[in-house]
């Protein structure tokens, strides 16, 4: 599930993780979300945040007796895991070639072209590069 939303956009993360049928979509979806108002906490545009890196391991291993008949008893192992979620949040330059090319949200992209479009904004320059 990570190696999916890992070098997108916060926007088309969250709607691979809304499309998949699966529980780790589910946790995936409600961790993205927590990141997204952590980054809005610390001042980041959420129109410019990235999925940077997606760490999935193993956390600890809770034991349990199971308590069975005739004075007998087993362990329950229960495992549990850690998910680490990194955003970043890209300049306005890199941003601009990522809608050009096409590879921004197509909402996202529409609404910054006509930003662009109203600022004038050099795209001879951009498209340059």
Request: glycine share 8%; aromatic share 4%; charged share 25%.
């Amino acid at each position: 599930m990570g190696r999916l939303i890992r070098g997108k956009h916060l926007y088309d993360a969250q709607t691979v993780c809304e499309t998949l049928p699966t529980k780790a979509a589910e946790t995936m979806k409600k961790i993205l979300n927590s990141a997204r108002n952590n980054a809005n906490q610390q001042g980041m545009n959420e129109q410019q945040l990235f999925v940077k890196t997606v760490l999935c391991g193993k956390g600890i291993l809770l034991k349990k007796i199971d308590i069975k008949g005739r004075s007998r008893m087993g362990m329950i192992c229960k495992p549990k895991c850690s998910v680490k979620i990194v955003l970043e949040e890209k300049p306005l330059d890199e941003f601009y070639k990522l809608v050009i090319s096409g590879k921004a949200p197509t909402g996202i992209a529409t609404l910054m072209k006509s930003v662009m479009v109203q600022s004038e904004t050099n795209l001879s320059g951009l498209h340059q590069h």
